[in-house]
């Protein structure tokens, strides 16, 4: 349980053009009644159930920044988030035996915790607590029968109306929120994982920052949140050699995660316990230890192919002791957590993007609240001025007038 107060996170809301709205217009192409039913965004339940997965990630991120102030421990936050998750699907969907539940544990990670941050109650970590003026990221995972929602948002502690952010935590912010405005107006049919690279990074060096180096993006599909397409965050030059050019189509989805550091941008694996783990159905192995049989034997069962956390185990000390064969043949893949260097500052945005007929739709909303930071760098590469003052879907003739955001961007007024 998070820590009873009656202090106030910096609660925002974001400056986006889309909502949690039902989709109009999705054409259901028949096949023959002896086929299964297509798990692509022609199916109309499929998108239904990719919608119910956000709005359970939405209502609960909501609540863990509510809960984020000033004395609140991590390890309460991550478990009230994991909870939510689970009353949140406990409502839906509740003819039949459909899976649903976790697809991403809760993580709140502080200072120069990229990400991943997710203590055991028996780690030392356990007992770590938020402070006023530490940025913090905040990150989680939602499925429904399989069809994953994702979200991330950054907040700085205790600010408010009267205590703005500024300095490197604004710049890191700003940076974050332009970057993921651009992305999603490149991230169309047609265009290439190359292309939404690059627009991140000339993003993020206006305000003198820059991407983590080799972070993904990837394609989602349902049990399976890495699929083939994926977009690298300031690629490192093994990386750029690697990677193909792949052109993103209709019907796809994307979850698309931003990156961002004051400093290098060059992640190492902090000092903390790896608790995140994700079971690779594409490698198989004998295990040799009886606890590691088991331990791959209970994921397989409870979580299929989503990420997990040892919390979750039904033994957290065999989980603890099983998991680290499981990891040293792959047969799982870990989340280590991951760090910049001390007195940089990281933000972290992370959405799901449809890719409908009728244009991108964001399905996930991470809170952005413009009037809290306070940024004194201004964009000034043309080719980004122009990109922001586009829609991000194509708009219906409308009688409603367009309002301007603090980034250029534009949308409806209600």
Not at 146 to 169: E, H, M, N, P, W
Not at 202 to 231: D, T, W, Y
Not at 382 to 404: A, I, Q
Request: charged residues 30%.
């Amino acid at each position: 349980m998070a820590p009873k107060t009656k202090k106030e996170a910096a609660v925002v809301v974001p400056d986006a053009e889309e909502s949690d709205e039902e989709v109009e217009d999705v054409e259901i192409t028949g096949a023959d009644e002896s086929d299964k039913p297509s798990e692509g965004l022609d199916n109309a339940e499929v998108v239904t159930k990719y919608q119910t997965s956000a709005r359970v990630a939405n209502e609960t991120l909501k609540k863990i920044v509510e809960a984020a102030v000033e004395g609140a421990k991590i390890l309460d936050l991550c478990t009230l988030g994991d909870k939510l998750i689970e009353d949140g699907v406990k409502t839906v969907y509740n003819k039949g035996k459909i899976p649903k539940g976790i697809g991403f544990p809760t993580s709140v990670s502080k200072n120069q915790q990229i990400c991943h941050f997710s203590p055991l109650p028996s780690d030392p970590e356990a007992s770590l607590a938020l402070v006023n003026g530490e940025m913090v990221r905040i990150e989680l995972g939602v499925h429904v029968d399989g069809f994953l929602a994702q979200v991330a948002t950054t907040l700085v502690v205790g600010a408010s109306k009267d205590k703005l952010i500024t300095g490197r935590q604004a710049d890191a912010l700003q940076a974050a929120y332009v970057a993921s405005e651009a992305a999603i107006r490149t991230l169309k049919p047609g265009r290439t994982n190359v292309e939404v690279t690059e627009i991140i990074q000339k993003a993020v060096e206006e305000f003198e920052c820059k991407p983590i180096e080799g972070m993904l993006s990837h394609q989602i599909l349902r049990n399976n949140m890495e699929g083939e397409k994926q977009i690298i965050l300031n690629p490192t030059d093994q990386q750029k050699k690697d990677s193909e050019k792949q052109t993103f189509a209709e019907g796809e989805v994307y979850s698309i995660d931003i990156l961002v550091s004051t400093g290098e941008g060059k992640p190492k694996a902090a000092d903390s316990r790896t608790t995140i783990y994700r079971r690779n159905p594409d490698q198989t192995y004998q295990l040799k230890m009886q606890t590691s049989r088991k331990v791959l034997s209970e994921v397989k069962s409870r979580f299929g192919s989503f990420a997990f956390n040892l919390r979750h185990m039904e033994d957290e000390k065999k989980a603890r002791m099983g998991i680290l064969e499981c990891a040293r043949v792959g047969v799982v893949a870990p989340y280590p957590v991951l760090c910049e260097k001390e007195g940089e500052f990281v933000a972290h945005l992370q959405f799901t993007v449809l890719l409908l007929p009728t244009g991108p739709l964001r399905i996930t909303h991470f809170p952005w609240d413009a009037s809290l930071v306070k940024c004194d760098k201004e964009i000034k590469n043309e080719e980004l001025k122009e990109l922001l003052k586009t829609s991000v879907r194509p708009t219906k003739k409308s009688n409603k007038k367009k309002k301007k955001t603090t980034t250029g961007t534009e949308e409806e007024e209600e």
